[in-house]
């Protein structure tokens, strides 16, 4: 068992050196205006990823079950599913790549935090299994992913605004396109996680017979929820964009850490021993 | 005013909308019956009985299963459904629409014609969908135009379903013990009832004939299963029903869920000094480790007697598996301490002044039964929003409208949402077009 969790560490920390590479070389060819040494950068990533994926992969074989429970798999399995729905996102999105220079630095950083929390093998309550649960944690991730991206946007736009950020302004859209583009993926992230509270409720219904029961970590999602909400609908029907729309977007995101990795630790509740 | 559009002004549906919230409010901040397992609150037990037969009637310690609450959904209802219908009829006549012929100003000019136009915006995902004196519509995404009418229609189920739910509740949660007929009563139940009468009886009685608690490693519940059998009326035959924790199953029109609270009861004859006996029955919930007991505690019906008991899972503390382990008792009095001994199954001994015997122990757990309808319909509602809202926001229809003119055509593109966004795609098609023309040349 020792040296399985060796190797889970190992591979682990073998990733987040690909990733630091691949970081540098990124923020170094977008500062720089070397479009080539961006694509390598990218290109590099990629290696990192599947190590990264081999790791969890075999932790899941070790401990029987999916990333949900102990803090460094969920770390983990975010940082992973982070950085492959941005990759996947660059297809379409080209001007997209701009965000590596956060998308790649929080990857690293999320997993390397897991690391240091001491990866522990965590066994499932029986009320954790369900196909529900997974498409629960599975749409979460996802919108944690658009909404770290959306929060890059957010950034940008700030620091765009005052000037700041010149060396990017090739590969970045104009001002109203980051604007937009924090506007799409926060929408994204809004949609993602409202299919991951409703998985999430179909699961609890099959568990306990209820589908909602206000527990301190679902009352918090629901609470995020709404704000994203209400920034979606402020953008729509009120018209709201550029700066204080990316204020709002910076609460919003602040909401995300809260309700994803403070409240399991406030109180007990039905998540039971997620993230403790 | 004619009743569809009184139902779907403005005012009706804000005035609905604040009466339902303020309901709802309400509900979440006064104790309800709902959250007590269907017992009356004690707010309602306080009040003057004509005030409590008022509150009662009223629905007020149980809003969302009042008559009103279900008035208020269903008019809600019906002005959705209403709107949902006209919503159909916008969109039908948006997604079929035909473009007037005359050429708007923010046009742009391409010398090509429409064989050479056309496949080119197809290979961008443009589909011609109408045409007409020379004017063609494409349109890439037509799903898109749809997304609002999916989440209006996926509001309508799910409040058309909330409505069933409220008024078909019925949940009833009860404790069975090992090996013991409970016959299924008012008495004997928790219950919850919504607002339809005509609801399902409860089955006549039911046997925990068995309950298997299994383990990790590290002590944690791995699984907890229990064999049921139900008695359906009187005389009836028992039906065996297994479940375990996230393995509800079926008896009748209910749905049968096995609760994560579990332990060991334990059967107490006790014999006071001047030779009055009683039995007590104690409920302790089982240990969270091999090597840390259960406690509880319950008051006595004599004399103001608390009683404290614990007990581990294995006599040796080896193992979570149940292994012979005796229950030690505490008797107070106050903050007095009385006594204390530690029985094994059938054993007597004296604690304090009372002569006490453990007659048996068995296992016991709550089971939880569910007929309420609706619950599916709610979560495909949701599912239906979700998609319109995933149309509406991913798949936005974009629009490239060509008129044909002086050998040539008029391009402009039209996208509901985010045209910013798509222009540089129609910028890409034009050069597309562009380029083919220099290549012909």
Redesign the interface.
């Known amino acids: 068992m020792k040296s399985s969790f060796a190797l889970v560490t190992g591979i682990h920390w073998g990733a987040v050196v690909v990733y630091v590479i691949a970081t540098i070389m990124v923020v170094v060819g977008q500062f720089f205006d070397k479009p080539q040494m961006v694509r390598r950068g990218y290109t590099v990533s990629i290696p990192g990823l599947i190590l990264h994926g081999a790791g969890l992969a075999i932790w899941w074989r070790m401990v029987g079950h999916g990333p949900y429970i102990d803090r460094f798999e969920v770390l983990s399995s975010n940082a992973w599913i982070l950085l492959l729905a941005f990759l996947l996102f660059t297809i379409p999105f080209p001007r997209l790549k701009a965000v590596g220079i956060v998308v790649l630095p929080a990857t690293f950083i999320l997993v390397a935090l897991g690391l240091f929390f001491s990866p522990e093998m965590k066994?499932?309550?029986?009320?954790?299994?369900?196909v529900w649960l997974v498409l629960h944690i599975i749409f979460y991730k996802i919108a944690f992913s658009a909404i770290i991206i959306a929060f890059a946007f957010s950034i940008f736009y700030l620091l765009v605004r005052r000037d700041r950020l010149k060396k990017l302004a090739n590969v970045l859209p104009d001002l109203?396109?980051i604007d937009?583009y924090a506007y799409?993926f926060a929408?994204?992230g809004f949609?993602f996680w409202?299919?991951g509270m409703?998985a999430g409720?179909?699961w609890a219904?099959?568990?306990?017979?209820t589908?909602w029961n206000w527990d301190p970590v679902q009352t918090w999602s629901l609470v995020t929820w709404a704000v994203f909400g209400i920034y979606l609908h402020l953008r729509r029907f009120f018209f709201w964009q550029g700066e204080r729309a990316s204020w709002l977007f910076v609460v919003c995101f602040i909401l995300t850490i809260v309700s994803l990795f403070l409240t399991p630790l406030f109180e007990t509740s039905i998540h039971a021993e997620y993230f403790k | 005013m004619k009743p569809s559009i009184f139902l779907t002004a403005r005012s009706t549906v804000i005035a609905l909308f604040i009466a339902i919230s303020t309901a709802l409010l309400v509900a979440s901040s006064i104790p309800q019956r709902s959250t007590l397992g269907g017992k009356t609150p004690a707010w309602v037990e306080k009040l003057p009985p004509s005030l409590q037969h008022g509150t009662e009637l009223l629905g007020l310690d149980y809003i969302v299963g009042s008559s009103w609450f279900a008035i208020l959904i269903t008019l809600f209802w019906i002005s959705l459904l209403i709107s949902t219908v006209s919503q159909y009829l916008a969109i039908k006549a948006l997604a079929s629409r035909i473009p007037p012929a005359a050429i708007p100003q923010e046009s742009t000019r391409v010398d090509c014609t429409l064989s050479v136009f056309a496949p080119i915006v197809g290979a961008a995902g443009y589909r011609e969908v109408r045409n007409s004196n020379n004017v063609h519509r494409f349109v890439k995404n037509r799903i898109g135009f749809w997304g609002n009418f999916l989440l209006h229609i996926g509001l309508v189920v799910v409040v058309f379903f909330s409505l069933v739910y409220v008024l078909t509740q019925h949940r009833v949660l009860f404790r069975l013990t090992g090996q013991e007929i409970t016959r299924l009563s008012k008495d004997s139940v928790q219950e919850l009832r919504g607002i339809l009468p005509q609801q399902k009886g409860l089955p006549y009685c039911v046997v925990l004939k068995n309950l298997e608690p299994r383990f990790w490693k590290n002590d944690k519940l791995a699984e907890l299963s229990s064999e049921l059998y139900f008695t359906d009326k009187a005389g009836g035959d028992p039906q065996r029903v297994d479940i375990a924790v996230s393995d509800k199953s079926h008896f009748g029109p209910y749905i049968v869920y096995q609760a994560n609270t579990y332990g060991r009861v334990f059967d107490l004859e006790f014999v006071s000094a001047q030779g009055e006996s009683h039995r007590e029955r104690f409920y302790l919930p089982y240990p969270p480790s091999r090597d840390k007991a259960a406690y509880g505690e319950m008051p006595l019906a004599v004399n103001g007697l608390l009683l404290k008991g614990k007990f581990f899972a294995d006599k040796d503390r080896l193992s979570m598996k149940l292994n012979d382990s005796p229950l030690t008792l505490r008797l107070f009095q106050g903050k007095d301490f009385l006594g204390e001994i530690t029985l094994t199954s059938g054993s007597t001994g004296q604690l304090g002044s009372l002569s006490v015997r453990l007659a048996q122990t068995e296992w016991w757990t709550d089971i939880l039964l569910d007929g309420t309808r609706g619950t599916s319909g709610i979560f495909a509602g949701f599912a239906l929003i979700l998609t319109g809202v995933l149309s509406t926001y991913c798949l936005i229809p974009r629009e490239i409208i060509a008129r044909e003119s002086d050998g040539g055509m008029y391009v402009q593109h039209v996208a509901r949402r985010f045209a910013q966004f798509y222009r540089e795609e129609f910028d890409d098609i034009v050069r597309k077009v562009n380029d083919t023309k220099r290549d012909e040349r």
Do not use: E, H, N, V
């Open positions: 066994t499932l309550p029986p009320t954790f299994r369900s109203s396109g937009m799409r929408g994204l949609t409202a299919i409703l409720s179909i219904y099959q568990s306990w017979g589908f």
